[in-house]
């Protein structure tokens, strides 16, 4: 902002110069764009000290934190041939019935379940052939009880004993209160910010006025002791336990 400042100062006496060797009141063009160009030079001065009076500073926190919240996503499937796909979409329908009640019964709630439609896929040989069907059953889970899921997710006894084959199964591990935690740590990186910036202007034998500006980074939601960081924050599902932090940039007036 400063240097557009000068830059117009100068081309409005530059102009003025010009205007002048080709008008017939000299003097009065040159007074005027003499008070014009004072003006401008006194603003870009008055703007170069304000920039000076302030103090940049960036707070931080960070916090370890446990989910309360797991999901759990299993696709298992079956290898049909060309003519069993009828049978393939009843049987399938008896295993996923047979999950459910298996869930219910270890103390899982019906409405932490939620079932997909069942989806197939025709098969190829290497000449191009068709030589059957894979046939999907997508299920998640949702559920506040993350022992009882952990230990669901990690028992395949059930799809086992079934013949039944699992090509996907992960568990998502969330917290429902993130914004509440959030909003905490946003204010304990404004206080960090404003300890930083009384010990800076303490050293400089300045006084620290009030807060001009403040802008939150992304957050950083990752594994514990992580040092992984993200221009547009993470969000690590992966791990029960986690750590989340935040950088807050706040410029200070000094005075």
């Known amino acids: 902002m400063t240097y557009i400042l000068i830059i117009l100062g100068i081309l409005i006496l530059v102009g003025a110069f010009l205007w002048m060797k080709s008008s017939k009141q000299h003097y009065a ?6 008070i014009l160009g ?3 030079f006194s603003l870009a001065f008055w703007q170069s000290r304000q920039n000076a009076t302030s103090l940049k500073v960036v707070g931080y926190a960070s916090k ?4 309360d919240l797991v999901k759990w996503n299993l696709t298992f ?3 049909l041939g060309t003519n069993e796909l009828p049978n393939g979409y009843r049987n399938m329908s008896r295993d996923l019935e047979a999950f459910k009640k298996y869930l219910l019964e270890q103390g899982i709630k019906e409405d932490e379940i939620s079932i997909l439609p069942a989806n197939s896929y025709t ?3 290497n000449y191009g052939n068709m030589s059957g069907y894979t046939l999907n059953q997508s299920v998640t889970v949702l559920s506040s009880d993350l022992d009882k899921i952990a230990e669901l997710a990690l028992s395949p006894d059930f799809f086992a004993e079934r013949g039944m084959q699992m ?18 740590l946003l204010s304990e990186a404004t206080s960090d910010a404003l ?3 009384k010990e800076i202007s303490g050293a400089a034998k300045t006084k620290l006025g009030k807060m001009q500006e403040a802008r939150a980074g992304v957050f950083q939601i990752t594994e514990p002791y992580s040092t992984d960081v993200s221009d547009y924050g993470i969000y690590n599902t992966s791990t029960r336990k986690k750590s989340i932090s935040v950088t807050l940039s706040a410029v200070f007036r000094l005075r």
Do not use: C, M, W
């Open 195 to 197: 300890s930083r910036a």
């Open 123 to 125: 098969r190829h040989d």
């Open 77 to 79: 499937q079956k290898g």
């Open 29 to 34: 063009i040159l007074g005027i764009a003499f």
């Open 64 to 67: 370890l934190f446990e989910s």
């Open 38 to 40: 004072v003006l401008i």
């Open 167 to 184: 090509s996907n199964s992960n568990l998502e591990y969330l917290y429902t209160k993130l914004p509440e935690l959030k909003q905490q």
